[in-house]
């Protein structure tokens, strides 16, 4: 069964950082292109962030410098700091697994920056 969750979200006030983690099972995980997707209330889902199987990656244009992709293929994990955080990240924030035709989703992980 595969299995993809995340936490490390939470309350912050701008300028603050948080530290999101997915951690996934049930997948050959360093074969699996690995993504950070948000949504804010009322808008559309959004990606983020993703890390290629050679760690390559990129970001929305709106998180370029203040965010950071990475991931551990040994603990399967997939990770997303995240620094200088303004009132417009408040989102939920989702893990996607993608390799071929397989897509795998965590549940979600509530960020909110306010203060």
């Known amino acids: 069964q595969v299995r993809l969750v995340e936490s490390g979200g939470g309350l912050v006030q701008p300028g603050g950082s948080l530290r999101l983690s997915c951690v996934t099972s049930?997948?050959?995980?360093?074969?699996?292109?690995m993504n950070w997707y948000r949504q804010a209330p009322g808008k559309e889902r959004e990606m983020v962030a993703f890390?290629?199987?050679?760690?390559?990656?990129n970001y929305a244009d709106s998180v370029v410098g203040r965010f950071t992709i990475s991931r551990d293929n040994a603990k399967n994990t997939v990770y997303l700091q995240m620094n200088s955080l303004k009132p417009e990240d408040t989102a939920v924030y989702y893990c996607?697994?993608?390799?071929?035709?397989?897509?795998?989703w965590g549940q979600g992980t509530q960020v909110t920056v306010s203060s």
């Open positions: 996607n697994a993608e390799f071929a035709r397989a897509d795998h």
């Open positions: 049930g997948i050959v995980f360093s074969e699996y292109m």
């Open positions: 890390i290629m199987r050679d760690g390559a990656t």
